[in-house]
């Protein structure tokens, strides 16, 4: 019984920043990785950044290096995504989920949030 609820998505400029925050339910995270996932309109679901609860390891797709920055609150149960001079092309829906190891790939990931909408216009 894992719930995540994503927020804080919305419009903004390129160059901008947004702060994607990722609400846990359940008490034991210790021994997963957190991950963030985006997928764009007709395309399919692609890793952004991912970090092990335990410790804090971070890995980020290539695409977002220098410019995202992942994180957790233990006492929240929250992960969170910091969107730094953010670009047209990080417009997507973004997802966040529970991963079986610190991974790129969505399938080795069990759980999911709904979503939250990010708009980068030129």
């Known amino acids: 019984q894992v719930q995540l609820v994503e927020s804080g998505g919305g419009l903004v400029q390129a160059g901008g920043s947004l702060r994607l925050s990722c609400a846990a339910s359940?008490?034991?995270?210790?021994?997963?990785?957190m991950g963030w996932f985006r997928q764009a309109p007709g395309k399919e679901r692609e890793f952004v950044a991912a970090?092990?609860?335990?410790?804090?390891?971070?890995y980020y797709a290539d695409s977002v290096k220098g410019r995202f920055t992942i994180s957790r609150d233990d006492a929240k149960n929250t992960v969170y995504l910091q969107m730094n001079r953010l670009k047209p092309e990080d417009t997507a829906v973004y997802y966040c989920?529970?991963?079986?190891?610190?991974?790129?790939?969505?399938?080795?990931?069990?759980?999911w949030g709904q979503g939250t909408q990010v708009t980068v216009s030129s």
């Open positions: 359940g008490r034991t995270f210790s021994s997963y990785a």
């Open positions: 989920a529970r991963g079986l190891v610190l991974s790129a790939q969505k399938e080795n990931y069990d759980y």
């Open positions: 970090l092990r609860w335990s410790g804090g390891n971070t």
